[in-house]
């Protein structure tokens, strides 16, 4: 069984800077991956970075590329993500997620255990 629990979201001005904590506990094997999701209100829940436990690949989706970046504690099991030049359309509620297995992805099918979400508002 695997907990995830996240913090640090809440509201920024656009520009600004956020950064999201997600604090495992269970079982991370060097085979699985960890990522960001976010869903924002009448949106499917997609993917945002992810990055592999056991090396540095990290996967970016295109709207966040060069402003979020993520990265991981292994002795803290636990991942950040550094959101920075935060733009309105990044208001959504964010998720970390385990994968259920080896693949290195951000399709939402492909992780098993998820965190309660964290809420981050870009508002002026």
């Known amino acids: 069984q695997v907990q995830l629990v996240e913090s640090g979201g809440g509201l920024a001005q656009p520009g600004g800077s956020l950064r999201l904590s997600c604090a495992a506990s269970g079982t991370i094997f060097s085979s699985h991956s960890m990522a960001w999701f976010r869903q924002a209100p009448g949106k499917e829940r997609e993917g945002v970075a992810a990055i592999r436990w056991s090396s540095e690949s990290t996967y970016y989706e295109d709207s966040v590329k060069g402003r979020f970046t993520i990265s991981k504690d292994k002795g803290k099991k636990t991942i950040y993500l550094q959101m920075n030049n935060l733009k309105p359309e990044d208001t959504a509620v964010y998720y970390c997620?385990?994968?259920?297995?080896?693949?290195?992805?951000?399709?939402?099918?492909?992780?098993?255990?998820w965190g309660q979400g964290t809420q981050v508002t870009v508002s002026s």
């Open positions: 997620a385990r994968s259920a297995g080896a693949d290195f992805s951000t399709r939402p099918s492909d992780y098993r255990y």
